[in-house]
């Protein structure tokens, strides 16, 4: 294996190859098999719904008359470009970082192909309490959410160490 992968977060990107997979492979099933807004209940608590976000977490800026689709493919682009970087630059031992990172790129690139194909993301998964009705979404939000909190695990576990080498 070349030594840019081996001794850099680059040997984790397996991690964003099976999310991206993942992702378009639940997508394209769900689109597939049901019609935009069908819902069917598969457990008590949580539906397969088919939708269509046009907006970022959420659906915050859904209705923003569609720029919003170049500018949150813009920030995805930008950030995965940041995370390779992150990914190039990190120490062998960096590995619970990296992990966290490879998962946010997977998702990060699984949501801007949707964007970058379609106009809008598809969702799919949806969790409630009764009538209350998290937001629908899918494997790449999945990916970004596990991401996150490992860099916030990993924030904690390694705390002394990032204090130690200032």
Known sequence: MPKFISETGFR??????IAIVLDQWTKLAVVDAMYLGQSSQ??????????????????????????QRYFLSAVALIVSIVILWWLYKSTKKQVL?????????????GNLIDRVLYGYVIDFLDFYIQTYHWPAFNVADSSIFIGAA????????????DQNEQ
Do not use: R
Not at 51 to 58: D, I
Not at 97 to 107: D, E, H, P, Q, W
Not at 150 to 161: A, R, S, T
């Open 12 to 17: 984790f990107l397996w991690i964003t190859i």
């Open 42 to 67: 598969i457990l008590p608590f949580f539906n397969l719904t088919y939708v269509h976000n046009y907006g970022a977490a959420f659906s915050i800026l859904y209705d923003a008359g569609g720029w």
């Open 97 to 109: 970082m990296c992990v966290a990172f490879a998962f946010i790129l997977g998702g990060a690139i």
């Open 150 to 161: 490992l860099l916030i695990l990993d924030m904690i576990i390694n705390k002394d160490e």
